[in-house]
């Protein structure tokens, strides 16, 4: 199981960007989520989607972040709206997922792609 990122890069605050996760190589994707790390802090969850849809999402981003998926492109996305300096990390995509029917489920990770709000 292969997550790439993409979309990231350097924003004005106030701008937005949007981050689009591709998998590749899977049998079944159940959540998928998107997570943002800073150098000295702990991975955090910026937004997750089930496979049915509900999203979820952390108290810093609910209003500004927007996670959709795409089932059947195996894709997800989060549109970020009004975006502050704060919201500057390296972001991740995560997928519950398994590789083939005779594996189990589990956490798959991509690369990480960095978005940088300037003040």
């Known amino acids: 199981v292969q997550l790439v990122e993409s979309g990231g890069g350097l924003v004005q605050a106030g701008g937005s960007l949007r981050l689009s996760c591709a998998a590749s190589g899977v049998f079944s994707i159940n959540a998928m989520g998107w997570y943002r790390q800073t150098p000295g802090k702990e991975r955090e969850l910026v937004a997750s989607i089930t496979s049915d849809g509900v999203t979820n999402y952390g108290d810093s981003v609910k209003g500004r972040f927007t996670m959709s998926r795409d089932n059947g492109k195996n894709t997800a996305s989060l549109q970020m709206n009004s975006l502050k300096p704060e919201d500057t990390a390296v972001y991740y995509c995560?997928?519950?997922?398994?590789?083939?029917?005779?594996?189990?489920?589990?956490?798959?990770w991509g690369q990480g792609t960095q978005v940088t709000v300037s003040s």
């Open positions: 995560n997928a519950d997922a398994r590789e083939s029917l005779m594996w189990h489920e589990r956490a798959y």
